[in-house]
């Protein structure tokens, strides 16, 4: 069989590949490079003998990711400020439920937690084929999963809100915070709210995590006088991470994505990407 034929029969498990391992690993650049590595290795494996070309690949990409991971939690102890995935805007494929929040509650687990969770609750993949991926029996694969899901419970969606609402508050939580109406602000936001920005030390953001609506209202007073001189675009609104929110051009040109997790009581946190490193991936210039 020649290259041809090993594109053929990849390219079409590429996407669920990719989804793999960006949920692994947080990052669109790495899991193109595990995906691009699984097809450098369905390139040399006698494909005639492979029974199940996905369930084979579906091995490959999430060993590749169980690697990475080591290497990644090493470079992110030395990370400038809170770290956050890259933010994917309006996924074209198949949807799950693997939101912002829960990416984040999945970089507590250990590897093969993750790997367990994922491809189990996730992918819907069996545990046989599971303990073959990350070698460990079925059982002990069982158990990676039940643990991981105690863990992530409290991350997982509570509260549905209907993709027209939450962009709906989504504008009009732009419009107040950049217009400087703290009161219409205030409104929006839940008590306990949070505030997490990602600059990587590359753009200014806030290096600790912003706690309470006085806090926020606070920050966002002093923010308004910036936007009265130079005022943030919206590219445009939709679901980041699978929340509500806005790819922006802010003051100084810089690119930022706005995510906001809703819950009953108004917007519980706010997820806001500056660093250009994971941003370019969007293609906003």
């Known amino acids: 069989m020649t290259g041809a ?3 053929a029969s990849f ?4 996407p669920r590949l990719a989804r793999i391992a960006y949920r692994m690993l947080g990052s669109v650049a790495d899991a193109e490079d595990m995906v691009q590595g ?3 290795r369905w390139l040399g494996t006698d494909r005639a003998a492979v029974r199940e070309p996905e369930a084979f690949l579906r091995r490959v990409v999430t060993r590749l990711c169980l690697d990475q991971i080591k290497s990644a939690r090493a470079r992110r102890e030395t990370y400038v400020g809170p770290w956050l995935p890259e ?7 198949e949807a799950d439920d693997v939101t912002l929040p829960l990416m984040l509650a999945l970089e507590r687990l250990s590897p093969l937690e993750r790997a367990a969770f994922l491809l189990h609750d996730v992918f819907g993949v069996s545990f046989d084929e599971i303990a073959e991926t990350i070698d460990r029996d079925p059982a002990a694969c069982r158990q ?3 643990r991981a899901r105690g863990h992530v419970r409290s991350a997982r969606p509570r509260f549905d809100v209907p993709k027209e609402k939450g962009l ?3 504008a009009a939580f732009f419009a107040a915070s950049r217009s400087g109406d703290m009161a219409g602000l205030r409104s929006l936001l839940a008590a306990d709210v949070s505030l997490y920005s990602d600059g990587g030390g590359k753009v200014h953001a806030g290096l600790r995590p912003i706690h309470g609506v006085d806090d926020m209202i606070k920050l966002h007073a002093s923010l ?8 943030s675009r919206v590219v445009r609104y939709g679901l980041i991470n699978g929340l ?5 051009i802010e003051p100084g040109g810089v690119l930022q994505t706005t995510a906001l997790a809703i819950g009953e009581a108004g917007i519980e946190a706010i997820y806001v990407m500056r660093n250009p490193d994971k941003l370019g991936h969007l293609g906003v210039q």
């Open 5 to 7: 034929d090993a594109a």
């Open 11 to 14: 390219d079409p498990l590429r």
């Open 224 to 231: 308004a006088r910036f936007f009265a001189k130079d005022m």
């Open 144 to 146: 990676l999963a039940s």
């Open 38 to 40: 699984a097809f450098v």
């Open 87 to 93: 933010p994917i805007v309006e996924e074209e494929e």
């Open 244 to 248: 509500p929110g806005f790819v922006t």
């Open 168 to 170: 709906e508050i989504a």
